[in-house]
């Protein structure tokens, strides 16, 4: 029995051990990523070396948890060439050894699209994932379905994308499923009216922040029930609407904003004295 307690230990403290300095199937997969951000002949993230000593804890775009030394947060802002290796399709399957990845940044790296069969839906194993920013990309409005299967996310970005208004939508092409988010940034899309009917913004129950600056957007008479006291909305207290097309005649929707305590409709269509009480 003595000698049992013994080997339990020793298995503790050696896996807390490895724990200080690198998961060693997390140093692989960031390793791969390295590989899959470069192709086919890039050189960024020339400190994240194949090398078993190397700690990826201690590389810049990473942070890991004091507690378990696994990854919580990868941030790999603007470090694709793409000026010369052109778009990127990410592999996100290669997020999944990350059972710990709480914040997961992308911002600005020519990002199109995904791998067949390996999109953002793959993202829903990973259960504690909460923030996800893939602002100043090209993705266009598919996205949306695909980061619809992520319901543990709180904060998503996708400003300054590729999400243009269309006359033509698949009904699968839609915000669902996103029961936590608290802040939703669309911002500088050029997003129509026709695109607020299928982003399903009234099923976003817990949403607190909604950013749509700078789009193309005139009245949100496409929002089914948002002017109503009982609006799934009910919880939203920030609203950016700056440089839209918004007038007088369209604010009737704040009405049924009930916890609203910020609204930006600078560099609007409005004049005089404004009137959002319905």
């Known amino acids: 029995m003595g000698r049992l307690c013994l080997?339990?230990?020793?298995?503790?403290?050696?896996?807390?051990?490895?724990?200080l300095g690198c998961w060693e199937q997390e140093r692989i997969a960031l390793l791969q990523i390295k590989v899959d951000i470069n192709f086919p002949n890039?050189?960024?993230?020339?400190?994240?070396?194949?090398?078993?000593?190397?700690?990826?804890?201690?590389?810049?775009?990473?942070e890991c948890s004091v507690d378990t030394g696994r990854v919580i947060q990868i941030s790999l802002n603007v470090i694709r060439e793409y000026w010369r290796l052109g778009d990127w399709y990410f592999n996100a399957s290669l997020l999944l050894p990350f059972k710990e990845l709480r914040t997961l940044h992308l911002i600005g790296n020519s990002l199109v699209g995904w791998v067949e069969n390996?999109?953002?839906?793959?993202?829903?194993?990973?259960?504690?994932?909460?923030?996800?920013?893939?602002?100043?990309?090209?993705f266009n409005i598919s996205i949306l379905s695909r980061l619809s299967?992520?319901?543990?996310?709180?904060y998503l970005?996708?400003?300054?994308?590729?999400?243009?208004?269309?006359?033509?939508f698949?009904?699968?092409?839609?915000?669902?499923?996103?029961?936590?988010?608290e802040v939703l940034d669309l911002s500088v899309n050029h997003l129509n009216g026709s695109v607020l009917s299928f982003l399903n913004l009234n099923d976003l129950i817990s949403l607190k922040e909604l950013d749509l600056t700078l789009n193309n957007l005139q009245s949100f008479e496409p929002i089914q029930g948002l002017e109503t006291p009982d609006s799934r909305l009910s919880n939203l207290e920030i609203l950016h609407l700056s440089d839209n097309w918004f007038d007088n005649s369209t604010l009737s929707f704040a009405s049924g904003l009930s916890s609203l305590k910020s609204l930006d409709l600078s560099f609007n269509k409005l004049k005089g004295t404004v009137d959002i009480r319905g």
């Not at 080997?7 to 490895?18: A, D, K, Q, S």
């Not at 299967?149 to 709180?154: I, N, Q």
């Not at 970005?157 to 033509?168: D, E």
């Open 149 to 154: 299967g992520v319901p543990s996310l709180k």
């Open 7 to 19: 080997l339990v230990m020793m298995l503790v403290l050696l896996n807390g051990y490895c724990c």
């Open 170 to 181: 698949n009904s699968s092409e839609r915000l669902s499923r996103l029961n936590n988010l």
């Open 42 to 62: 890039g050189a960024s993230l020339q400190r994240w070396v194949d090398n078993e000593t190397a700690t990826c804890c201690d590389w810049e775009e990473i």
């Open 118 to 138: 390996e999109g953002f839906e793959r993202l829903s194993m990973l259960r504690n994932l909460q923030v996800v920013d893939l602002a100043k990309n090209n």
């Open 157 to 168: 970005s996708l400003r300054g994308n590729n999400m243009k208004g269309s006359t033509h």
